[in-house]
C-alpha cells in the first residue's frame, strides 16, 4: 500500500511565484490535513478536510489555499510565494476527523528564494 | 503560554540507558495523548497513544499520564541508537478545531 502519497519532494520557487502541493492517499480516510514543520516550531496545521467537499482553516491558513478534489485527493496552493514559507511540508489522513492517528506522507521541502 | 510544551533538547543518554521525555499542555480538558517519532528527513509516525491516567506500556515504551499536573511523559527503556530521533507530543485540546495540536519536539541521541 502506497498509503499518502506527495508530491513533489521538493521545490525551490522565486518570490512571487505560485505552485501546487499535490496529496493522495489510498486507505480510503475521510479526513486530509496540511502541516507545515519549520525547526523549532513543531508541526502546525494549515489546513483541513473533514470529509469530500468540506475544507477548514488551520493555525497558519494565511498565504494558502487548498482544494479536496475527491475523496483521495488533496492539494495546497501557494498563489504568490514569499520567503516565510520556506518549510517542509506535509500532508496526512486519518480515517475520521478526530481519530487523531495520522498517517503523513514523505514530506515536500519548499525553499523561496 | 504554548499549549503544548517540551524541552526541545537535545537530550542524549547512553546505550542501555532510560530516556525521559516530557511534555506539558495548557487545556486542562484535553482528552487524548500521542507521542510521535520523527527520524532526521523523514516523516513522523505514532509510538504510543494514551488516553487516562497511569502507565501504558508497549514493549520497550511506556507512557505516562498525570491529568492533574497536566504532562505527559514517554520512557524508552533499554535505549538503542535505533531510537535516535525527535520526539513530538500531540494533544487533542479540547474544543479545537484544528485537531491534534503538536509540541515543538524533543531530539534525542542514544549513545553507543
Known amino acids: 500500500n502506497a498509503g499518502v502519497t506527495q508530491t513533489p519532494k521538493f521545490q525551490v520557487l522565486k518570490t512571487g511565484q505560485s505552485m501546487t502541493l499535490q496529496c493522495a492517499q489510498d486507505?480510503?480516510?475521510?479526513?486530509m490535513y496540511w502541516y507545515r514543520q519549520d525547526p523549532g516550531m513543531g508541526l502546525r496545521l494549515i489546513y483541513y478536510s473533514a470529509s469530500e467537499g468540506t475544507t477548514d482553516k488551520g493555525e497558519v491558513p494565511n498565504g494558502y489555499n487548498v482544494s479536496r478534489l475527491n475523496k483521495r485527493e488533496f492539494s495546497l496552493r501557494l498563489e504568490s510565494a514569499a520567503p516565510s514559507q520556506t518549510s517542509v511540508y506535509f500532508c496526512a489522513s486519518s480515517a475520521e476527523t478526530g481519530a487523531n492517528v495520522l498517517t503523513f506522507g514523505a514530506g515536500s521541502r519548499l525553499t523561496v528564494l | 503560554q504554548k499549549e503544548v510544551e517540551q524541552n526541545s533538547g537535545p537530550l542524549s543518554v547512553p546505550e542501555g540507558a532510560i530516556a525521559s521525555l516530557n511534555c506539558t499542555y495548557s487545556d486542562r480538558g484535553s482528552q487524548s495523548f500521542f507521542w510521535y517519532r520523527q527520524y532526521s528527513g523523514k516523516s513522523p509516525e505514532l509510538i504510543m497513544s494514551i488516553y487516562s491516567n497511569g502507565d501504558k506500556e508497549d514493549g520497550r515504551f511506556t507512557a505516562q499520564l498525570n491529568k492533574a499536573s497536566q504532562y505527559v511523559s514517554l520512557l524508552i527503556r533499554d535505549s538503542q541508537p535505533s531510537d535516535s530521533a525527535t520526539y513530538l507530543c500531540a494533544v487533542n485540546i479540547r474544543g479545537s478545531a484544528r485537531q491534534l495540536t503538536f509540541g515543538s519536539g524533543t531530539q534525542l541521541t542514544v549513545l553507543p
Open positions: 486507505m480510503n480516510h475521510n479526513s
